[in-house]
């Protein structure tokens, strides 16, 4: 089966600009979660859907970040304005069951 | 207020000895651990996992310990090879957190032929 796909690998904008940041899932996986890491330290969580419903949104930093998952599918992570500290590498993960984790390659951000 | 913590950032072993990861955690509430491994550019895989109930889990040349008295775990792999030189990541969970994962800052291995 197709893994989790990330797109785009790799992204470098201007402070101040948007970036969409696009996941699609393992087919069937209804849980689908956004993990980021900075400045390579931990790996924190942003957010969890199921389906097309936030179950979790608690790890968002801040009202800049807008994610949707259309129609339960694939799933959208936008920065508006991005700022110098949302610098960093963004993993998509999907699960069909608890914690059946399997996770994108990432996409690398960074601001400048 | 880091939750776990893996305090070596790096671990350089030779090929054919064994290799210990060490996390700590801080939170009572979690129950389920998960060890991942991560190569450059790519995301992290899944490796071992380990429930509270238990103490130990073996799977192949990985081997998990918890000490929960300690809030402690540990990863051992033998004997170690080249191919297993990436950054691991300690990962835990727990019921009231639903499955999200909070994680360890990591743990770069090196692998010495």
């Known amino acids: 089966e197709a893994g989790v796909t990330q797109f785009p690998s790799h992204s470098v904008i201007e402070k101040g600009q948007t970036v969409t940041l696009r996941c699609d899932p393992i087919?069937?996986?209804?849980?689908l979660y956004w993990y980021r890491r900075v400045m390579g330290k931990e790996i924190k969580f942003l957010l969890h859907?199921?389906?097309?419903?936030?179950?979790?949104e608690s790890g968002m930093p801040n009202n800049r970040f807008l994610a949707e998952r259309t129609g339960g599918t694939y799933s959208t992570l936008k920065v508006q304005p991005a700022e110098l500290e949302d610098s960093g590498v963004y993993f998509c993960?999907?699960?069909?069951?608890?914690?059946?984790?399997?996770f994108g390659s990432g996409t690398r951000l960074t601001v400048v | 207020d880091q939750q776990v913590k893996q305090n070596s950032p790096s671990l350089s072993v030779q090929e054919g000895r064994i290799s210990i990861l060490n996390c700590d955690y801080t939170?009572?509430?979690?129950?389920?651990f998960l060890w991942y491994k991560k190569y450059p550019a790519e995301g992290p895989t899944f490796l071992i996992s380990?429930?509270?109930?238990?103490d130990k889990n073996e799977d192949g040349r990985f081997t998990v310990f918890l000490n929960k008295s300690a809030k402690h775990l540990s990863l051992h792999i033998v004997p170690s090879q080249p191919g297993d030189s990436a950054v691991y990541f300690c990962?835990?969970?727990?019921?009231?957190?639903?499955?999200?994962?909070?994680f360890g800052g990591g743990t770069r291995v090196l692998v010495k032929p």
């Open positions: 993960a999907s699960s069909q069951a608890y914690y059946g984790y399997t």
């Open positions: 939170n009572s509430m979690f129950d389920y």
């Open positions: 859907f199921v389906k097309e419903s936030k179950q979790d």
């Open positions: 990962a835990a969970s727990g019921r009231a957190a639903g499955n999200k994962l909070t």
């Open positions: 087919s069937g996986h209804d849980n």
């Open positions: 380990i429930s509270s109930i238990k």
